[in-house]
């Protein structure tokens, strides 16, 4: 985008100077006065341009991903702002100097420029549905539509902020865990590849039929030493292969149905999926989407190839005027519970209050589970680690024990 140097007078007719990117003089124009500053000369700076244009370069190659929590803070900001009465476009030109994240700001910064260019809200979001979910922009069109914008985006803001403090909670509690496997596992590769070959190597002379346990650990030790390049570049290899065969129609799908028949897990995502898709179903419907609308956007953010095709079959049914649990619970795909709470609150016609019930309930379920997992966890890691050594001890000590025998 070009860069245009300019000089002009602020609100209060004090000379400023400085520069500005925009598609033409003419847009750099239009938008310095619709940010309250009239313009005096505009001219394009071709040193600025590319200066600029390789420092973004180098910014956004290694830091373009926006991460959720900056998505929350920036929405309870911009909620903030446009409570307090200021009008939308200046709203978030305040909140670009203060935003530290140079993506962000980016983003910003041309979603304020569609705006001032006659876009909505909502529309100048879409440009960025990389950034922004497909709920956060239904959202604001329904907050834009209904006049509601603040009470929208203070909601976005809360949903945001409940779904960051529960991914920490579970990424807290399954750091130590994940950290000690690696680090067993890392030990255990030294030991059998690298020592136990050296302690062993004593017993290649010995004239006697070594024990099986010896045995064993003797030619896993010696392929391991061998062969550990093979293994490490297959540790690389597999999860980047998994990541491009996610990456198809065909992939995602096998992976997500397999994610869901496992044992200890699929319980976990079915019901993570299921919390996301009622607090998602919940906001949107108590915003003013309607529901057709709001199960489309659903099976968008479900997370599961699987849980998103049984939303679009249920929405086929809601159209053809079934109710919303009859129609879930005909897809199987979702927890008797799930649908006997959805059963209750479309008859008392608090189906949106429920909805934030069942997503607190699954969510608390979720986390429960996880911390009770991660209990479990850490003393199993503990004693798989000392059942390998203790049998790498005992192999080790079975041979000198009968070359003690002989002696005696």
Known sequence: M?????TALDARGKTVSGIIDAESALAARQNMRASGIFPISVTEDQRAAEKKERK???QTGLFTRIRPAEISMMTRQ???????GFPLVTAIDALIPQTRSYPL???LAQIKDAIVEGSSFAQALSHFSGTFSPIYINMVNAGETSGALELVLERLADDGEKQQALVQRLRTALAYPIFMSIVGALVLFLLLAFIVPS?????????????????????????????WWGILGILVVLPIIAQQVGQTVRGRFLFDRLKLRLPIIGPLVRKTATARLARTLGS????????LQALEVVGKVSGNVLMARAVETASK???KGQGLGRALADTQMFPDLYIQMIEVGEQSGQLESMLAKIADAFEGEVETQVVGMTALLEPTLILAMGIIIGFIVLSVCLPIFEMNRLVI
Request: aromatic share 14%.
């Open 105 to 107: 700001k980016r983003t």
């Open 2 to 6: 070009p860069v245009f140097e300019y």
């Open 199 to 227: 302690i062993t190597s004593i017993f290649s002379d010995m004239n006697q039929v070594l024990p099986a346990p010896t045995l064993f650990l003797i030619r896993f030790s010696g392929f391991l030493q061998q062969y």
């Open 284 to 291: 949107l419907l108590e915003n003013g989407v309607t529901m």
């Open 78 to 84: 911009l909620s903030t702002l446009v409570g307090a």
């Open 317 to 319: 049914e809601v159209g």
């Open 56 to 58: 973004n370069l180098f």
